[in-house]
């Protein structure tokens, strides 16, 4: 195998009051977790913030790790108020950050949500990727909201990040595009996060973005760490 890993659900700031201080993490420790976890690709996504500041000093890093810009938001769907991930690419981190500073506005990391039409009508057809919470994982999206999203999203990707590995193995079995992420809430505990494998190197956002588009599976299924799950 390849042996690259991804993290498309990190967070590198508490920023709702919900959101353990352990969360809060220096470059240092960012590099050098990611780096022993043989993280090659991570999207910072904090919640209904984005610190284009901190983003350029963590993304500018030696070890060849490519940060993703990106922020979790909260949706209002029809049937369901859940946590969506919502990423784009490096090329686009000061273009993204005067986005997310309108969407935003005045209101708190706290206070923030924005309905499902608003969301959508607000990205569709532009280069972004979007990744609800489904299933058990809290804040999910239930099913008529995450087919709206890939209905009205035009080409824009949408992974399910369900609440852990046996999901993802049952989900896969369904034809469901899937992704988990550390989803980070403490820093120390870091390297214990099941994350994903590439099955196919690439090494630009570009490059993922068209796998994605192209349905092509890029990311390792977790079917041979399911079977060991299996048998414990």
Aim: overall charge negative; some cysteine.
């Amino acid at each position: 195998g390849i042996n690259m890993k991804i993290d498309l659900h990190c967070h590198t700031k508490k920023t709702k009051s919900g959101d353990p201080e352990t969360r809060n993490v220096t470059k240092e420790v960012f590099i050098e977790k990611l780096v022993s976890a043989l993280v090659s690709f991570v999207a910072i996504t904090n919640h209904n913030h984005f610190d284009l500041k901190q983003y350029n000093e963590f993304s500018a890093n030696e070890k060849g790790i490519t940060v993703f810009p990106g922020i979790e938001l909260d949706i209002i769907g029809t049937e369901s108020h859940g946590h969506c991930l919502l990423i784009t690419s490096p090329d686009n981190a000061s273009v993204f950050d005067i986005f997310v500073k309108n969407l935003i506005g005045e209101k708190t990391a706290d206070e923030y949500a924005i309905s499902i039409k608003d969301f959508v009508v607000s990205i569709r057809d532009k280069d972004y990727i979007v990744i609800p919470h489904y299933g058990s994982k809290p804040k999910s999206l239930k099913d008529n909201d995450i087919q709206y999203l890939c209905e009205n999203l035009g080409n824009i990707p949408v992974l399910l990040e369900p609440s852990n590995i046996r999901s993802a193995g049952i989900m896969i079995a369904h034809n469901k595009s899937t992704i988990l992420g550390s989803d980070v809430k403490n820093w120390e505990n870091y390297s214990d996060a099941k994350l994903p494998e590439m099955k196919i190197s690439f090494s630009s956002y570009d490059q993922f973005l068209k796998l994605l588009r192209k349905d092509i599976p890029t990311i390792e299924t977790f079917r041979s760490e399911e079977r060991r799950v299996g048998k414990e």
